[in-house]
């Protein structure tokens, strides 16, 4: 097995949206499931977040929304102001066992919009470094979709998650409403690890880059 602090807790999340970046659009709802490598549970948090008055809908993924009317339902009902919504999710997740890792599927999607409004409404961030705010997880996040492409060894153009066998989400389907796209992606990063944890292990060494 991979060594793995057993008190480290992944935080894996999926977001919805009505546009492509949080500096001209607005998040709508995300979903956390929080798990151990192991796939324990700890525990989920969903929330549904009103639109930013400073911010507009991207006209295509709008366009996108109307052919998903039970996914847009889902990720507009009961919606709740941001400023409400993230020091409440940031409070959930120090209360997580161990040191707090986020998770998405990709990274760089999902982790850019919960790292803004974090930052923007709780003052805190998805990365953990050398800052002087609240922090609430660790080092640079999980990125699934490079996991797993790496994992599986597939060249890069094939390491898009809907290649990924539906059992390794625990045959959970990708609905776009993000507790059921959380609970899914949760599912692959415990199978992941599970792969990972047969392979030739490297020992750490120092490095001279910091």
């Known amino acids: ?8 807790t992944f935080v894996v999340t999926d977001i919805e949206a009505d546009g492509p ?4 659009s607005s998040m709508l709802s995300f979903a956390s499931v929080a798990i151990s490598a192991t796939g324990e549970r700890f525990g989920e948090f969903e929330a549904v977040l009103k639109p930013r008055p400073d911010r ?3 006209e ?3 366009a996108w929304w109307q052919t998903q009317p039970e996914a847009w339902a889902a990720a507009t009902t009961n919606a709740e102001a941001p400023e409400a919504v993230m020091p409440r999710y940031a409070d959930w997740v120090e209360s997580l066992p161990g040191f707090r890792v986020f998770a998405a599927a990709p990274m760089i999607f999902d982790g ?7 930052d923007e409404f709780a003052g805190t961030r998805v990365l953990g470094g050398p800052f002087k705010t ?3 997880f660790r080092g640079g996040g999980v990125c699934l979709y490079t996991m797993a492409g790496a994992l599986r060894g597939a ?3 094939n390491w898009g998650m809907q290649r990924v066998p539906a059992e390794w989400y625990g045959h959970i389907e990708h609905t776009h409403k993000a507790i059921d796209d959380a609970r899914g992606f949760a599912n692959v990063l415990v199978k992941l690890f599970s792969i990972s944890s047969s392979l030739e292990k490297h020992e750490a060494t120092e490095s001279m880059y910091r």
Do not use: A, K, N, V
């Not at 970046?21 to 001209?24: A, D, E, G, R, S």
């Not at 850019?112 to 974090?118: C, K, R, V």
């Open 60 to 62: 295509t993924t709008m």
């Open 112 to 118: 850019l919009w919960m790292d803004h409004y974090l």
């Open 155 to 157: 060249p890069y153009l």
């Open 21 to 24: 970046t949080p500096l001209h």
């Open 56 to 58: 507009q809908p991207d």
């Open 1 to 8: 097995m991979t060594e793995i602090e057993p008190q480290t």
């Open 134 to 136: 609240r922090q609430i």
